[in-house]
Each structure stands twice: as structure tokens, then as C-alpha cells.
């Protein structure tokens, strides 16, 4: 019976074979055509008008790393989107934030959601931090004759290493280039604000209701200088994401508790619009 389905049903006997632990590699043998990379794209003259998303930001604390993004997608000049989510989880104990081309970014996780749980299956345990930091740059890298038409995804990857027991958070270039940032991070258009914001918030010793606040501060102030970066929009009841990765995994703060500190920020901020003020020295 098996034989007989290997020759004449509905799969070729390669999808029966075990493989590569990648499922990007399996695509890529038997199918290229389906990786975003490989999409010829139609000819078009002057720019592409796509949805864009930033801004993107991560803070390490003592118990692990928050990661967390506004709410606002862009398309020239125009706000194309008020509620789009940029935060996900990749497994259990890992997330990604996405800023650049929409579209392209949320189909990139979901293939790095897939690329995580089939080596889990194939493998039979879990890839460590690393190789998943590792594997979604080989993922930007395919992606990078989009990119150079104007079509790039630059996210922001965190999660707990269950090896070293701590948060950890990995930054990426259009070309697939990966670099660990210590402390906290930033993507997305408005994240030299953001960055700047974080500079002065940062505190190693934080707990995690500390880092939240910390990375919802990031975003005011980015919003409050870059026109593609949305605040806490509270007439409508539109907070950004916020996650956090440790040692029990993956958990997304409830809508009730952004709201709950995204208030409070604002109540204070109507005192001091600029936000909190660090020490000289």
C-alpha cells in the first residue's frame, strides 16, 4: 500500500523522505518559486507604494527581554494602517519584530515560524538561540534582491537563551547582516528616537513591568519626532505591542496592562511632554 502511494498518490516520494532539518532548503529543492526571494515581480516604473511598518524596540531585564512595536503602517505620506501588528512570537521562548515592507514581513515569519517547528519535528529538539538568530538571517539574505527594489525587511529578533538563562536580543541589516546588541535595541524609521530614549531609561537591574515602561517610553517619544511611528492612541484604544521572553517563555502583555501604562505615561507627560528627565551625572 505504501509503495503504491509513493508512486501514484497525491505526494512524490521525496515529500515521504526525511531530509534537511531546514524546511527553507526542502522549499528551495523542490519548489523555489514559493520562496518570497525567488517572486519575480512585475515591471514597474518610478517607486513602489507598499505598506511599511516601524518602529520596533527590545530591552533586556534581569529576568529576561522585552520586545515590543507600535502600531502604525505607512504608505507615503499617508497612514495606511492604525492597528497593524509587528510584534510575533517565532516559538515558544523567541519573538520577532518586523519593520519594512508589510506584506513581505509578515509572510517572512510565518515561513521562520514553519523553518522553527520543522527542525523541532525533523530534529527532535529545539535549535538554540543562536541558530535561530543564524536562520532568520539566512531568510533576510534571501530576501535581498527584493530589498535592493525597495522592498526591504529589517527586523528586531529576541528571546531567552535557556543555555545561558538570560534575554538576549539580535539586530539585522537589509543584506541578511546579524549583530547581538547589548542592553536594548531599535528598527524601523523612528528608532534613532527611540534609541536616544533608551539611552537614558536603561537600567540592568530593571524587572519587567520597569522594561515595559521603558520600551512604551521609547515609542512616545519616537512617535512625538517621527511621523511614521504611532503612539498610544488612547481615543481609540490603539496601545502598541508589548512582549516579553524569559525562563517560562513567551507571554504578551494583556490590553488591559498597556492600557494601564500607557495612561499613566500620559497623565505624567501632560505635566512633562518631553518625558522623564535623567540625572546629569
Known amino acids: 500500500m505504501e509503495a503504491n502511494t509513493r ?11 526525511p531530509g534537511s532539518s531546514s524546511f527553507m532548503d526542502f522549499l528551495g529543492d523542490h519548489s523555489p518559486e514559493l520562496l518570497p526571494g525567488n517572486r519575480p515581480l512585475p515591471p514597474v516604473q518610478g ?12 530591552v533586556t531585564f ?31 521562548f523567541s519573538a520577532v519584530g518586523i519593520a519594512g515592507t508589510a506584506g513581505i514581513a509578515v509572510e517572512m515569519v510565518k515561513l521562520f515560524q514553519l523553518e522553527l ?13 543562536e541558530g535561530k538568530a543564524n536562520r532568520l538571517s539566512t531568510m533576510i539574505r534571501g530576501n535581498l534582491g527584493m530589498a535592493m527594489q525597495g522592498l526591504a525587511v529589517v527586523p528586531l529578533f529576541a528571546g531567552w537563551d ?4 538570560k534575554g538576549r536580543i539580535f539586530s539585522y541589516d537589509v543584506t541578511g547582516g546579524r549583530s547581538e546588541e547589548r542592553g536594548f535595541a531599535a528598527t524601523g524609521s523612528g528608532s534613532m528616537f527611540a534609541r536616544g530614549a533608551l539611552k537614558k531609561l536603561y537600567r540592568e537591574d530593571s524587572t519587567e513591568e520597569q522594561a515595559a515602561t521603558a520600551v512604551l517610553q521609547a515609542l512616545y517619544d519616537a512617535a512625538d519626532d517621527d511621523s511614521a511611528t504611532g503612539g498610544p492612541d488612547l481615543a481609540r484604544r490603539i496601545y502598541p505591542i508589548i512582549t516579553s521572553l524569559t525562563e517560562d517563555g513567551f507571554k504578551r502583555f494583556s490590553e488591559d496592562e498597556v492600557s494601564e501604562l500607557a495612561r499613566a505615561i500620559h497623565e505624567r507627560r501632560l505635566e512633562e511632554p518631553d518625558g522623564p528627565r535623567a540625572a546629569l551625572l
Do not use: C, W, Y
Request: hydrophobic content about 40%; proline content about 4%; aromatic content about 4%.
Open 117 to 129: 517547528e520543522h527542525f523541532e519535528k525533523v530534529e527532535g529538539t529545539v535549535l538554540s538561540l
Open 162 to 165: 535557556v543555555d545561558r538563562e
Open 62 to 92: 534581569s529576568g529576561g527581554v522585552v520586545l515590543a512595536g507600535d502600531r502604525r503602517a505607512t504608505m507615503g505620506n499617508v497612514i495606511a494602517q492604525r492597528d497593524i501588528e509587528k510584534v510575533f512570537p517565532a516559538d515558544e
Open 47 to 58: 517607486a513602489i507604494e507598499a505598506p511599511h511598518g516601524t518602529t520596533i524596540v527590545a
Open 7 to 17: 508512486s501514484t498518490g497525491r505526494l512524490p516520494a521525496a515529500f515521504l523522505t
